[in-house]
T-cell receptor, first 115, second 111 residues
Framework: GNSVTQMEGPVTLSEEAFLTINCTYT??????LFWYVQYPGEGLQLLLK?????DKGSNKGFEATYRKETTSFHLEKGSVQVSDSAVYFC??????????????FGQGTILTVHP | DADVTQTPRNRITKTGKRIMLECSQT?????MYWYRQDPGLGLRLIYY???????NKGEISDGYSVSRQAQAKFSLSLESAIPNQTALYFC??????????FGPGTRLTVL
């Protein structure tokens, strides 16, 4: 079956530091890949996505590249801000078989950014 | 106004009580989902519906039931609540590209 593995957290950084959150996946087909962010007290919201190999998703200074050869979709940001403190979820959707129309989520990574 | 709304936002109940969580959406999507979130476990799918006549079990459906009253409404029920159902519950819709849109969540505590 499909699965998503994220680097274990929590991650604590100082403002303006470089961020990487690792995400690897296993899938039976050709999945689309997503990063969702959950700010304190809120629901998840889409941060970025990529639908095919070598695509780069980007939003709000965050980037992630769909790497089929390494089955990875690592999230990066060059300079984090305090307002980026949140929980980040990697997810995939697979259009094949019993996975059709459903997202598989990683366990989430808590990011805390200090001034 | 929010595209996906959930009521109530917080609920405290006792073991054995019947509870209904409601979800409404204004995005016009056919697909709707219910998840629960527990610390360190990410989101787990309870039920999902691809249209009004289509209801499917997710990975953790035991102890839950759902009703799709209309395209815009999808309710989750706990017939007899138990303490290990204490969690944060999210409703979501998705567009044809599988991008999902989440409600703000319902925090449920079962004593």
């Amino acid at each position: 079956g499909n699965s998503v593995t994220q680097m274990e957290g929590p991650v604590t950084l100082s403002e303006e530091a470089f961020l990487t959150i690792n995400c690897t996946y296993t899938a039976t087909g050709y999945p689309s890949l997503f990063w969702y962010v959950q700010y304190p007290g809120e629901g998840l919201q889409l941060l970025l996505k990529a639908t095919k190999a070598d695509d780069k998703g980007s939003n709000k200074g965050f980037e992630a590249t769909y790497r089929k050869e390494t089955t990875s979709f690592h999230l990066e940001k060059g300079s984090v801000q305090v307002s980026d403190s949140a929980v980040y979820f990697c997810a995939l959707s697979d259009f094949l078989g019993t996975s059709y129309g459903k997202l598989t989520f990683g366990q989430g990574t808590i990011l805390t950014v200090h001034p | 106004d929010a595209d996906v709304t959930q009521t109530p936002r917080n609920r405290i109940t006792k073991t054995g009580k019947r509870i209904m969580l409601e979800c409404s959406q204004t995005k016009g999507h056919d697909r709707m989902y219910w998840y629960r979130q527990d610390p360190g476990l990410g989101l787990r799918l309870i039920y999902y519906s691809f249209d009004v006549k289509d209801i499917n079990k997710g990975e953790i459906s035991d102890g839950y039931s759902v009703s799709r009253q209309a395209q815009a409404k999808f309710s989750l029920s706990l017939e007899s609540a138990i303490p290990n159902q204490t969690a944060l519950y999210f409703c979501a819709t998705s567009d044809p590209s599988d991008t999902q849109y989440f409600g703000p969540g319902t925090r449920l505590t079962v004593l």
